[in-house]
């Protein structure tokens, strides 16, 4: 399993699905960071509405 180098976003902070898709962005919402997870799961509040977790490697967080 491949350990994710990402630094831990911090809550209300800005990010996207893919970079296909910049307008469907999403604030964070929560973390659950757990020691033995190798790639931390981030809640996200969508901005089309609803919220769901996403692991932390497959997001792209604004600069």
């Known amino acids: 399993m491949t350990e994710t ?3 831990l976003p911090v809550i209300s902070s800005r990010c ?3 970079l296909i898709s910049p307008e469907s962005g999403a ?4 973390l659950a960071v757990d ?3 190798a790639d931390p799961m981030v809640e996200l509040a969508y901005d089309e509405g609803g919220s769901g977790w996403w ?3 497959t997001l792209v967080f604004q600069q």
């Open 55 to 57: 692991p932390l490697s």
């Open 16 to 18: 996207w699905r893919d």
């Open 27 to 30: 604030t964070v919402l929560n």
């Open 35 to 37: 020691s033995s997870d």
């Open 5 to 7: 180098k990402a630094p």
